[in-house]
């Protein structure tokens, strides 16, 4: 069995294979399946190895645009990060002032339909390698329902695949 050392308390910890909810992305529901994660035994602290992590993000980006539900504000913040933006020119892009941008961003107000949409639209605009699934996500756009609850992204970090749970 592989060992690595606790990146927190530096104790041998053992390299499993699990499920993983990737906190570190800002949404609380993101569960990466089927990685490696160093699981410390005397402290408790996991630490993900995450494999092609620019791909990672770009399939969790991927799942958030074509999300059937409306975005929280989690998912908004996640995806201007993802763009690199900040909050002031993510809200100059998509008109809007950036106290709007913040409240959508904190759960404060909830993003309009349209501006929801644009958000999305984007993101498949400006994310690298995202431009090729415009056309089927625009199109599932008329089947974007309000829920307020938070969706579970479930992604396989092996088939660098994802469904909603
Ligand atoms: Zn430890």
Known sequence: MRK????????????????????????????????????????????????????LMQVVALSMVNKPYRLRGEEIRFLRKYL??????????????????????NNDDRVGDQSDRLIRLLVLALGQGLQGFAASTVEAFPGIKDRKSPVRVEVDSEKMSYQYA
């Open 84 to 105: 690199s933006k900040t909050g002031q020119e993510f809200a100059r892009l998509i008109h809007v002032d950036k106290t709007t941008l913040s409240k959508w961003e």
């Open 4 to 55: 690595q050392q606790c990146s927190k308390c530096g104790a041998e910890a053992r390299v499993i294979r699990g499920s993983y909810r990737f906190r570190e992305s800002g949404l609380p529901n993101v569960i990466l399946q089927g990685i490696e994660i160093i699981r410390c035994p005397v402290c408790g602290n996991e630490d993900p190895i995450l494999p092609r992590l620019n791909r």
